[in-house]
């Protein structure tokens, strides 16, 4: 129980304000599916945390800092150019071929990749040793904290613009694309 309990409290605090959290929100707000975007979210959780806690310490050792923030960079960059595409989410409820539930387990699969929960879930899972209970751990603190943030994002969604919902979300992954460019060139 002490693994589960731990990884949940780790990976539930570090999620606060972390860029899935937005992801969660913006993909809410985009499909207005909220269910939809959960379960797209705890499928993508599931496999990168069991990933991140069965192969993430020896994958972290291969890969060069450097190389990793480039990859984050390009990832944040991207979701920024996406988040700002016009679409006609008011009309269609879906987006792109995917739909909502392929889309957000893509999405947040590949955001999490390299992020800070996943190396806590590296992390946990040495000291506990223990993959299975680790992962459970760590889905339920990410789930904790991007539960609320799907249904903000679809409360949201019928009050605000969807332009000003996609310049903040956009505005925020340049951030975060920026700060991982900057840190690929000094070489993380």
Known sequence: MEAIIG????????EIGDKTQLLAFSLASRFRKPWVV????????LANHALAASVGSLVSAHVPPRVMASILAVLFIAFGLWTLKPDTLEETKETGHFGAF???VILFFLAEMGDKTQLATV???A???SVVLVTIGTTLGMMA???????????LAGKVQMKWIRWVA???F??????????AVRGA
């Open 174 to 183: 340049f951030i975060f694309g920026g700060v991982s460019l900057v840190a």
């Open 38 to 45: 959960i379960a797209g979210i705890l499928v993508a959780t």
């Open 170 to 172: 956009a505005s925020l």
């Open 145 to 155: 904290a991007n539960g609320p943030a799907v249904f903000l994002g679809e409360k």
């Open 127 to 129: 000291r506990y040793k």
């Open 7 to 14: 990884s949940f409290l780790l990976v539930a605090a570090s």
């Open 123 to 125: 992390a946990v899972a």
């Open 102 to 104: 392929v889309t957000t």
